[in-house]
């Protein structure tokens, strides 16, 4: 990895000016996922949810892409656009959720279950995505599932409180479910949102698939706890669409904080309000405005995948972006 040469701390007053012309003058495009913090999003060319961004990825014309979000969505980026440069302005940008399971975790399930099709969702290394058949986001894994003939056995991994909501919604019972989950949406507890659900009764309800704890959200939206008609689960992308279209003057965002601001970007009437504040990617918050010139400036940090897994995992990536609608705008 390249020594950086501006300090990461201190921001140039045309920060602005410089990231563009920099974007330019390496005919590259900028992608951000909508957990980055403000700035970044507000500066990207395009700001999405990870199957929007992939599908951007895979179409893009510029030679370089910056990936503002965490390395396993830079990983992807690279797997649909092998030719392509690919930077992400850290590396280190982890996902806790990707790294619940391996490439040798899952041979050794894949063992278990011979026959069975490997659903992955996205947050998975391209080593585990080489593995799989079909990738699925939060926005198409319902649709993913149900295109697999129903008497077919699927290991569905690694979130299980998005499989056990797939499981609910295909009603699927030789499905196997990997007990991963990612720690900031683990960490929106259920009892908090019954509470602020029951404190505010006209306010909408926009959940994350992924949120979970010992009492589901999901659970309390599917047992009618937390009231179905004005509740909705959806990807990243899907809460955009859905703040566009409500009228409500309040809703409840179950999910990573950085979210809010897309929503109140696309809606400023209503007021959007986050389960729990504390609800913070580390990792995604990795990405700062400084690393972004630092990436454009000296080329870092470029995204290697083998081409072999590169080539094996493309397969069921794409077929993850043939299926379900995408999710991202263009700034
Ligand atoms: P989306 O696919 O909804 O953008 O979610 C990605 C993610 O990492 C959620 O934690
Ligand atoms: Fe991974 Fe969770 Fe961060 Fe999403 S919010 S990138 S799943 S650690």
Redesign the pocket.
């Known amino acids: 990895m390249t020594e950086s040469t501006v300090n990461v701390d201190v921001l140039p007053g045309d920060w602005r000016e410089q990231v563009l012309a920099l974007a330019a003058e390496r005919d590259a495009v900028i992608l951000a996922h909508n ?1 980055q913090v403000p700035e970044i999003q507000d500066i990207a060319h395009h700001v999405g949810d990870s199957l929007g961004l992939s599908r951007i990825a895979a179409q893009v014309e510029a030679s370089t892409i910056v990936f503002c979000g ?1 390395h396993f969505m830079a990983e992807s980026a690279k797997i649909l656009a092998y030719d392509k440069t690919v930077l992400i302005p850290d590396a280190a940008a982890g ?4 790294e619940t399971i391996n490439g040798d975790q899952l041979r050794a399930w894949k063992a278990e279950h011979p026959g069975a099709v490997v659903v992955s969702y996205v ?1 998975t290394t391209a080593e585990v995505k080489a593995e799989t058949d079909i990738c699925c986001t939060s926005s198409n894994a319902v649709e993913v599932v149900e295109s697999i003939p129903r008497d077919q056995e699927v290991l569905f991994l690694p979130d299980q409180f998005l499989g056990a909501h797939v499981q609910r919604l295909t009603g699927r019972d030789n499905m196997h479910i990997w007990m991963g989950e ?4 683990a960490g929106i507890n259920g009892a908090d949102l019954r509470a602020q659900v029951e404190a505010e009764p006209d306010a909408e309800l926009f959940v994350h698939p ?1 949120c979970g704890c010992a009492t589901s959200a999901l659970y309390l939206v599917s047992s009618g706890v937390v009231p179905a008609e004005r509740t909705k689960v959806l990807s990243t992308g899907g809460m955009v669409d859905a703040a566009r279209a409500t009228t409500a003057a309040k809703v409840l965002v179950a999910t ?1 904080t950085g979210m809010i601001h897309q929503l109140e970007k696309v809606n400023s009437t209503t007021e959007f309000v986050p389960v729990n504040r504390a609800a913070v ?1 580390k ?2 918050k990795m990405i700062t405005p400084a690393k972004l010139l630092r990436s454009l400036r000296e080329g870092t940090d470029e995204v290697f995948v083998d081409r072999d897994i590169a080539d094996r995992a493309r397969r069921s990536v794409e077929r993850m972006i043939a299926i379900g609608t995408p999710s991202a705008t263009a700034e």
Not at 95 to 98: F, M, N, Q
Not at 182 to 185: D, N, P, Q, S
């Open positions: 957990y965490v996902c806790s959720l990707a947050n990612c720690h900031v949406h992924e990573e990617c990792y995604m």
